[in-house]
């Protein structure tokens, strides 16, 4: 076409190449501002048009040498974009360091930028630094191959599928013959081969209809069913709009007559179908991109599942995914159950890039930039890779040399296909080995967990009747726990975290799991004081668990001699208990965690029993009976002359058996307590004639009474959760009991019969109740519990519930945004934060003795519970009594007051605490459709606001310099990270 212009004059070619950008032809725009260059190559104009129009069609060495003649002219500041246009050409072209510098200059020395340009030149300078960053970690060893001639054209090629020995793709290598535009536009057609690159026939013209676009493959799994898409173009542009079909595949391998399908949207483009079955499941979803009404952004992501019956369940978008920007090419891998699309709407390397994110088997897990060089600085989409190939396929406009497209007059043009190493899976190679003598230890089983904020879950388990080598596959990014099981054996545990940069370059990884075999214990019993030989014992063996609790695992006895002989389990605790009637006891512990133990099979422990007259006490739980450890007994001597003399006391963390030598013809007195629970007392009288000179008495004690307290609005008689309850001794107004529960109404409470408590009951936002109860044995039911119902009456003014405080996740909401507003409403950011408490859990707890991370994940659990998310539930309760107030007359000042931790800078931590306090304000914005805005309007709803960034936080909590474990996970820092909400209708509320 340029060889039949040639004599026109410039005018001409300046309207065929204004035409050209019009319609959205970029290349023909770019060549026909070149011809015009050639008339007169003064006119910067032209110069700056050249650039946008190379720019758009992805000619980015033309752009870049377009626009830097404009840079270099007189006239450059008459182009106030001048400087984003250039960094945005070398942002695409993956000169990131010299981009993020132009972009700065932009923002810094441009003057009137309007906002949205503004905003995305500081979003592309985050991406371009970031882009830097991830740069330096490019896979080196990642093998990629352009799939050459016999798939790809000088055209763009895209979307292959492949199905057993058959491969479809889309090529856009056809002209569309009767096309009104000069020249034709092109039109794709659906292709297929063999491996082998033969051409296995073309598709019937009702796939490949000559007058539409065909595009897209997809397959049901049972391969019964294909999807593809039809596009149109709209009138003379080159934007088109695309529906989803379905075929039926024959027998013979045809595809059937195509059906339009119920979920396109008529006002909308609809296509890249993709189907996806998740394997626990069975569920097969079709998932597609979209760019209908009530999206993020451009296109979209979507998904309805596919019915039994053939038809389609609602349309659900996927918006943990979707951006503002556009997010496509959706491909799900089932084996792995992890979704695969392109975005540009998130930190890329430019222009589109590929992700992954993996179904947990709760949630989609955080999206994840497959790297480089799976992406580049040019567009990378349709990833896709099939169960039975250690490889995947990708397109890219990438200037490659092998791409077909590619030379360097053309600087840029279409996708190809491109072949590639799975670059998000990591072949782990797991042995297991006894520990004694290190030899393989054959017959194991291996079990690979996944560990994620949602808990543990079983990926994978294995067994090697013949050999230690166990396979598995895991991915980036994940955390695993390889768990190695066999009886007899101690279980070998083995947590790898894949985010471990000493593992991201490594492709195989291999981990060693050492088993301990169980440990035989050999007891033997002794008289004291002259260590003969004790026969007729019985011997207990309890197993001591972490919770404190007394599990029998075996008792003998010996009646002939004094041996007896059990095996223990490695990683457990055990409490060995001897008695014989008219003999003290004998109690040793056993902690086969003991370092001391790790090499060792066999052990021998020796108790000494003493003869005389002994009493035995035993500690339980009243309510079910069952040993009770960690009580304090005390023995005391009774005369009526001196009344109580206490002989001794003694607790027993580690059993619930207490044992003295006690004397003929003295009364005692036995008293047991536990914090927790009620005293329990019982007595021996040893003064009568029959008491013998040597024999054994047992005293059992039951510690405590169970209360069960349930609290309701007193209003709607629905159950209360969030209240605190108090049990105060009124005597001496100690408290006895405190009890919080933010997720519900009940209460269990330890109480002793017959003795008086004051009981206070308080919940924001309602009266207090107050009561003097005393509790007797006629009040509990069969099951030997006391409940006591409490209703708490509301109150009408909603600043009854404030002060509210509502914490926020680390550099939330919009990480890194500079941006004091945001888009985003507290509910959603309090929900996710919520989330992660696993995530943080975890990490602070990382590398702590087993006592100390169990306090603290209580810590951690009480602050998300209690403080996270009932903050989340006050807070709706207090929009909902505040929308009443309103509507009854009343005004109110709302004082919105945000805070931050000190982890980044200060001038960032005031605009963060804006931020927050914005995200506020957006919850009673957008409250229940709106319902607060005309009070907004009128003025009886108003807010003030005070951003205090880190200005007020803890001393204790740490900045970015102690590490992400202090500055970010610590309960510290998280507690810096809020919004207060109090009355602002007064001074004192300040």
Known sequence: MVGTLSAQPLEDWIKAAEKAFEKEDYYSAYRYYEVALQYDTSRIDLWYQLGESAQLFTAYRTAEQAYRRVATSAVADTFP?????????????????????????????????PADIAEQAERQLINAEWAAEALSRRREDLPIQNLGDSINSPYSDFGLYRLNDTIYYTSLRFKFKKDTLSPSREVSRIIRQDTAGNSLGALPDYINDPTRLSAHTAFDPEARMVYFTFCDYLGDSYQMRCEIYRSPMKANGEWGRPMRLPINDDQSTNTQPNVGQDPATGQAYLYFVSDRAGGKGGLDLYRSAILEDGTYGPVEALDQFNTAGNDVTPFYYAPTQVLYFSSDGRLTMGGYDIFRSSWDGYDWERPDNMGVPVNTSYNDLYYARFADEEMAYLASNRPDTAAIFWDESKDACCNDIYRLGIADEFKLLVLTFNERDLSELIGTSVALYEISPHGRRLVDTLHNPIGNDFNFVVQPHKKYELVGTKTGYSVAVDPLDMNDPNLRKQREITRKLYLSPGIELDVFTFMLPDSTELAGTTVFLFELTPEGEMIVVDSVVNPLANDYHFSLERGKKYQIFARKDGYTPAMTVIDTNDPQLASVSKIRRDLYLEPGLVLEVYTFRLQDRLPLTGASVRLLAYTDERGETLLDSVQNNVGN????????????????????????????????????????????????????????????????????????????????????????NDFAFSIQYDQAYRIEVTRKGYEPVTDL???????????GIIALDIELMPLDDPASLLPLLLYYDNDQPNPRSRSPITTLEYVTTNVEYYNKKQEFIMNFTEGMELEEAFRTRRRFNDFFDREVRGGRYDLEEFAK????????????????????????????????????????KNFFENYRDGAFRPYMASGALTFTEKAYGETKADPRALDESAGERSSIYDILASLERRVEIRDGRGAASN
């Open 657 to 744: 058996q207490f044992w003295w030598k006690v004397e003929k013809g003295k009364r005692y007195v036995i008293r047991g307590s536990r914090e927790g629970y009620g005293p329990a007392e019982t007595s021996l009288d040893l003064t009568g004639t029959e008491v013998p000179q040597t024999g054994t008495y047992r005293r059992d004690l039951y510690l405590g009474q169970r209360l069960e307290v349930y609290t309701f609005d007193g209003r709607t008689k629905e159950p209360l959760p969030g209240a605190e309850i108090k049990l105060i001794d009124p005597k001496t107004d100690k408290v006895i009991a405190d009890r919080i529960n933010p997720l519900a």
């Open 773 to 783: 109860l005393t509790f007797t044995p006629e009040m509990a039911d069969r099951h």
């Open 881 to 920: 009594r505040l929308l009443l107030y309103l509507q009854g007359g009343g005004r109110f000042v709302m004082d919105l007051q945000g805070f931050a931790s000190p982890r980044a800078s200060k001038v960032y931590n005031n605009i963060l605490s804006a931020r927050r306090i914005d995200a506020v």
């Open 81 to 113: 974009l001048l400087l984003f246009r250039q960094a945005e050409v070398l942002h695409k072209q993956g000169n990131y360091e010299a981009a993020a510098v132009l972009y700065d200059r932009f923002l810094t020395e441009q003057a009137d930028i």
